[in-house]
């Protein structure tokens, strides 16, 4: 693995040293660039956003959140170990436990499917864990999004994840439900708690405090 990322980090030096123009997605990564040594004249941030129309296109097709009725927490996107979505798993477990049934929506494919699937099993709850198996359009992955009643990004602590900054997130202001989101520093860099109810990376205790919290007080998340 290390061996793998110092090939990767000197492809990347030597990308930078040839391009004229350096283009990346956030103010941390064009920080990290600098200090590598990439020359700040070089860099341009172009940021990962929602994209509008699909947006509208969305908001158009499908009701809002259905309020009084079951809770549901979206997912939706890749399923890999990095991305924590067993950690949403073992929260609904939690809060199943403590009374609290709370259904998880979780939209997407990735190799982690499988184990996902056998996670819900094993801890009980494959009944509040509803996996679509694959890939939607877009529209309507955001138009079933739109009926819930949070989202969550429950990225994992790791190298790759403290610069991540999932555009589902975005995604998640624009259709207007709340956001529970891994305490992560990029993330951190563009959403305080004030914006969205963040937990502890890596925390599923802390995740299910989160989901109970937008549970009780709707109206404020």
Known sequence: RRAGSSVLALVERLACRLADRVITVHEPYREELE?????????????????????????????????????????????????????????IALLRRAGLDTNAMILGEGDALSDLRALARNLEVDDLC?????????????????????????????????????????????????AIVSALPTLMRHFSQDEVRLFTPGDEVELADAIRWVREYRDLA
């Not at 040594?37 to 509208?56: C, F, H, Q, T, Y």
């Open 35 to 91: 200090q590598n040594g990439v020359p700040g004249s070089k860099l341009s941030v172009i940021m990962n956003s929602a994209d509008p129309e699909v947006i509208r296109r969305a908001r158009s097709s499908a009701p809002e959140s259905r309020a009084g009725e079951e809770f549901v927490v979206a997912y939706h996107g890749t399923l890999n170990e990095g991305y924590g979505v067993d950690l949403l798993i073992q929260a």
């Open 130 to 178: 509803r996996f679509n198996g694959t890939y939607l359009p877009h529209v309507d992955a955001l138009a079933a999004v739109r009926q819930a009643d949070c989202g969550v990004i429950p990225n994992k602590p790791s190298r790759l994840n403290r610069f991540a900054l999932s555009s589902k997130l975005f995604e998640y202001v624009e259709l207007g439900i709340p």
